[in-house]
């Protein structure tokens, strides 16, 4: 992936999430813009979606960015959505492509990240994607192993799961 200088890098950031105009102008004079990586090793599409901005996110995806390029930890953008929870940028990053069964070296799964995050709307966007249930880590560990241990966080999670037909013997 190409490197850019970090202010062209962040000049593209700026313009997708504030002004398209500059950033289709950006992207015609730099191509490579898309796939170039920041300084922590992501996309700008990733940068944009770790920090919560749904409509840049789509407008750089509508123009081609990768919803699926991890950064240098080796987590896609939806992981690091899965990690803090975020249902809207989920729901963004999956109309864009993203692989719901994206795995990482230290998260495991998009599904577990999620599950972890108590955020049950999230755990159903990604059952509705295709998201593998039934996914086990390293160390043998389902999903059910990694619910919030909070029974008022936990719950509504189960019951997302067992409207997939995901209950805990099945696993």
Same mark, same amino acid.
């Given at each position: ?6 202010? @062209?890098?962040? *000049?593209?950031?700026?313009? $997708? &999430?504030? #002004? ?7 992207? =015609? *004079? +730099?191509?490579?813009?898309?796939? !170039?990586?920041?300084?922590?090793? *992501? ?5 944009? $979606? ?14 081609? $960015? #990768?919803?699926?390029?991890?950064? *240098? =930890?080796? +987590?896609?953008?939806?992981?690091? $959505? ?18 719901? %069964? ?5 998260? #495991? %799964?998009?599904? +577990? &990240?999620?599950?972890? =995050? ?9 059952? #509705? ?9 390293? @160390? ?29 013997? !099945?696993?």
């Amino acid at each position: 992936m190409p490197r850019v200088p970090n202010e @062209l890098f962040d *000049e593209l950031v700026d313009a $997708a &999430a504030q #002004d398209h105009s500059r950033a289709r102008t950006l992207l =015609s *004079e +730099h191509p490579e813009l898309l796939t !170039a990586r920041g300084r922590f090793g *992501e996309t700008p599409l990733h940068f944009l $979606a770790t920090e919560g901005f749904v409509e840049a996110v789509r407008f750089l995806g509508q123009l081609g $960015a #990768d919803a699926n390029l991890a950064n *240098e =930890s080796g +987590h896609t953008p939806l992981m690091d $959505a899965a990690i803090v929870g975020s249902d809207k940028m989920a729901e963004v990053l999956l109309g864009l492509g993203a692989n719901p %069964n994206a795995t990482s070296r230290s998260f #495991d %799964n998009v599904l +577990h &990240a999620a599950a972890r =995050s108590g955020n049950q709307r999230l755990v159903g966007l990604l059952l #509705d994607a295709g998201a593998n249930a039934r996914y086990r880590t390293d @160390l043998d560990e389902t999903i059910f192993d990694l619910l919030p241990a909070d029974a008022k966080r936990r719950a509504p999670i189960l019951k997302v799961l067992a409207e997939h037909g995901v209950t805990e013997g !099945a696993v």
